[in-house]
């Protein structure tokens, strides 16, 4: 029996983004592997259209640097466990893609060459040319950034042509829907009003690489199984960005 040829992408490369939090499904802390498993065989679907694939993974499911300073750890060092655990996210997401037969790669901005390639751009981009998912881990290397700055880094740097971000709400919204009930959905917002109206989708820093670099957002809940895939095929979920 010979398979349906898998639909075609809007895109030829994109950039996911996974908050840590999206690892640890209903634990407290950490990351539970069925979640991961469940992830992995979304991003598999996405795999098989041909789309070329890079993630950033957070960090937050373990330890962020900014509440690890509230609770007296210096906050450089704390940000510095943060990225380490953006590392032991991506290993557990590798290990979840090569299960479902996904080639991957993780490259870390913190070198660490038993465990992981260190980020090389130009090898980076080699790597989605032959179809390997790459997975960046580590942040962008550096303290008092997010793992939403790193992805729109990385997104603008190995070029995709859009940046997904995969996260726990369906889209930017006017208010923070949690506490505001008249809230509403915006389907297409500008990185300005992003950035003015502190929509709060992603941090500033991370809006205005994307700005600057024309590279469009698009928000979903990661939640709503098949919302990775129907993104990459150009359907309208959540909220664009640009
Ligand atoms: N972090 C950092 N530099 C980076 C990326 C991450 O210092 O380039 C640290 C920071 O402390 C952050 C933590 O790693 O709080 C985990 O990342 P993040 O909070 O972005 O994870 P997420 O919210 O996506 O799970």
Redesign the pocket.
Known sequence: MTEAPAARPAYRRILL?L???ALMGDKPFGIDEGVVARIAAQIRGVFETGVEIGIVV????V?????ASHRGVERAT??????L??VINSLAMQDALEKTGVPTRVQT?LEMRSVAEPFIRRRAIRHLEKGRVVIFG?????????????AALRANEVQAEILLKATQVDGVYSADPRRNADAKRLPQVTYQEVLERNLGIMDAAAISLCRENDLPIAVFDLGVEGNILRVVLGERVGSLVK
């Open positions: 983004k908050s840590g939090e957070g960090g937050g499911n330890i962020r640097g900014l509440a704390g940000d510095y466990m943060g990225m655990a953006t901005a580590a942040g962008a290397g550096n303290p008092y950034l997010t793992t939403d700055t790193a």
